[in-house]
């Protein structure tokens, strides 16, 4: 016996509007997390490093493997430095 409730496929644009917010959240926690490094006393290339290791550690089950772009990321992390 099959139930249709199992199967559920969303609409392509909920899936399209949840990946840009779904984006933007990922890069506002890497700008907290390298304020919390940088704060924490580590320097801006540790905080990089980290910071992409989790961002692939939280993601690695994703078909695609990511949800924000390295490049993103690591301006993430370039703008809690410079401040």
């Given amino acids: ?9 969303l609409p392509t ?3 399209q509007r949840n ?3 779904r984006a933007r959240q990922v890069r506002d926690d ?11 006393g580590y320097d801006q290339e540790f905080a990089t490093q980290r910071v ?3 961002s692939a550690w939280a993601c690695e089950l994703l078909p695609n493997g990511k949800i ?3 490049e993103d990321l690591r301006a993430a992390v370039a703008e809690a ?3």
């Fill in 81 to 83: 430095f410079a401040r």
């Fill in 13 to 15: 644009d909920v899936i």
């Fill in 52 to 54: 992409l290791g989790n």
């Fill in 19 to 21: 990946a840009v917010s």
């Fill in 30 to 40: 890497a700008r907290v997390r390298a304020k919390l490094l940088r704060r924490l």
């Fill in 68 to 70: 924000a772009s390295d």
């Fill in 1 to 9: 016996m099959e139930f249709d409730w199992m199967e559920y496929k």
